[in-house]
């Protein structure tokens, strides 16, 4: 494997994790954070507006990964596949190789109120965001905001599975599963047998 | 139609929503309500704890709803059937005698970005009870978690149908409607016809 060198932005973003677990998000300043990465308060801002970006500076990115990706998928796409074609593709790859982040990450919102919060309001903006891409390739107003809910819903509880389990390339097969799940929950239930 | 005798904490939710209206959430003071509502400031706070208590003051009681009904559904019901229980029933009646309260609510929030984070908060919280509670009836963690949260935005569209039409008694159709849209969303796509 070819030795990643880090650059300013993923060893300040490795610091700032390490603290956080450590110490708590709250309790942890920005100069430690620099501190510990071996680099000053300034280059901190020059990447992050603040230690939250820390967490959230990647959100911009993957929105655009799921806007593109609903758009670019193919005709035959149903709503809720066109939704998740990043999640089962280009995303997933990214994520791949960044599941320690993703899993420090998932532990660090799931301690923090209020990172929990802005992490709703992340995932409700992707799918306003997605639902907009969906409407792009003619899917009906409110069908477009359930599909998009919908995926991020499953991105979500796949994604969640993923950050604890050993195969960093699973997150398409989580997905799937998710889905495969979904549809048999929203599922009829069967009428009972007769005769 | 008997004239309903309105006491203070409706006076002040409703001069509370005149005020959301016509001045926005922001500029608007509990003294500004108070004085609409022809009582004092002390009066408002032996009902709401603040001025976002009016809007989100009945979060505790919808929850409890929700979760109430899900646990008493018949076994027979569907995960998705069980956390929809409440809205297809109770909350669905609640809801029918306070439309024009829901739809002016609704207004409110769309125009603040502070109360929307709130609202999806409350979503949330929601759909986290409601998930325990599918637990509770034996669904498997994750299966509940996808039910719940899948639930949630069935009722927030169907809800968002709701308000801007006007039948008040027309929300638990317009959820069976949003989950009818979701099976057929999530449905495999058909395979391609041979011979």
Do not use: C
Request: proline share 6%.
């Amino acid at each position: 494997m070819v030795r990643w060198q880090p650059d300013a932005s993923l060893r300040l973003s490795e610091a700032a994790l390490s603290l956080y677990a450590e110490r708590g998000f709250d309790a942890t300043t920005v100069a430690e954070i620099a501190e510990r990465a071996g680099l000053t308060k300034r280059t901190f801002f020059r990447y992050f507006a603040d230690k939250r970006e820390v967490l959230f500076g990647g959100a911009g990115e993957l929105r655009e990964l799921f806007v593109t990706a609903t758009a670019a998928a193919p005709a035959s796409a149903t709503p809720i596949e066109a939704a998740l074609a990043a999640a089962l593709g280009p995303a997933a790859e990214m994520f791949s190789e960044r599941q320690d982040f993703a899993r420090q990450r998932q532990a660090i919102i799931a301690a923090n109120p209020e990172l929990q919060e802005r992490e709703l309001i992340k995932l409700s903006s992707m799918a306003e965001a997605i639902a907009a891409a969906l409407r792009g390739r003619g899917v009906p107003e409110q069908a477009a905001t359930l599909a998009a809910q919908t995926a991020m819903t499953i991105f979500q509880v796949a994604f969640e599975r993923w950050v604890d389990q050993p195969d960093p390339h699973a997150l398409p097969r989580l997905i799937s599963e998710a889905l495969a799940e979904l549809q048999a929950l929203t599922a009829p239930a069967p009428a009972p047998l007769t005769g």
